[in-house]
């Protein structure tokens, strides 16, 4: 698959191998996964088994997150970007598309993951041509609360996560 997205300040791209090292300095940041319930990556083969995974969902699904790249600096950022979940049954569903984000924490606050997430929802709605897009948040996660809201994501109900034993924030968005 290849992708590509510019918005005002980032570019979305499909993500690739060669983004390992971007991925380990993210996923392996423990400021990252306080809201991921606390699970951060010790190894760079963990990275690459995330980022594996994703191209598998490329193939199979036609759709999985993207790399953020920040235009101004060339910077790998973070990813950003749409998924078909499959994996979770969460908060009832099964086969759902949801919009998220994971940013490297000194690229928080400037604004990031609410532009690359109303470019993922503008590409669910436009291109995709779908119903509805879903999000989940870890209830304490005020800041992705916030984005969400900001994306046009509207709050839907609080639920338990059986899986992970984690009380998330359920979220739902319909074609307009």
């Known amino acids: 698959m290849v992708f590509n997205i510019e918005t005002e300040r980032l570019i979305l791209r499909d993500m690739r ?3 390992l090292e971007g ?3 993210l996923d392996s940041n423990p400021e990252v996964h ?3 319930g606390n699970k951060p990556v010790k190894t760079k083969q ?3 088994k ?3 995974g994703v191209l598998n969902q490329y193939k199979e699904r036609g759709i999985g997150r993207w790399v953020a790249i920040e235009k101004s600096s060339g910077n790998f950022i973070g990813w950003s970007g749409l998924r078909l979940n499959t994996e979770y049954n969460m908060n009832g569903y099964t ?3 949801d919009v998220g984000y994971r940013l490297i924490p000194k690229y928080w606050g400037k604004g990031y993951a609410t532009e690359s997430g109303k470019a993922a929802i503008d590409y669910a709605f436009n291109v995709l041509k779908l119903p509805e897009i879903y999000a989940t948040t870890e209830i304490g996660n005020e800041a992705s609360h916030n984005t969400l809201l900001k994306i046009g ?4 109900e609080d639920f338990y996560f059986e899986q992970e034993k984690m009380h998330l ?3 739902k968005m319909n074609k307009l």
């Open 17 to 19: 191998l060669s983004d």
């Open 153 to 156: 994501l509207h709050y839907v």
């Open 23 to 25: 991925m380990f300095e």
């Open 46 to 48: 963990a990275s690459q």
């Open 169 to 171: 924030r359920w979220y």
């Open 34 to 36: 306080k809201y991921l």
């Open 50 to 52: 995330v980022i594996e």
């Open 95 to 97: 086969k759902y598309y």
